[in-house]
């Protein structure tokens, strides 16, 4: 999930990158996989670099990786 996450991402577009890396954080949380959260934590600062950043998608993924949502 998470690389159909940066794929969509290296195309543009947000909306399934997102959907995708929120996926892929949320199987990874629950079964403790540490690679796939830190791939995800690099997709999202990534996003919080791009023209995307204030973008509503992206704030919904900062919410879930601190846990707001």
Request: net charge positive; proline share 1%.
């Amino acid at each position: 999930m998470i690389q159909k996450a940066v794929a969509y991402y290296g195309l543009g577009a947000v909306d399934a990158s997102v959907r995708y890396a929120q996926g892929a954080f949320q199987l990874a949380n629950s079964i403790g996989s540490s690679k796939i959260i830190s791939k995800v934590k690099d997709l999202h600062r990534k996003l919080l670099q791009s023209p995307w950043r204030k973008d509503q998608y992206v704030t919904d993924l900062s919410d879930i990786l601190t846990g707001e949502k």
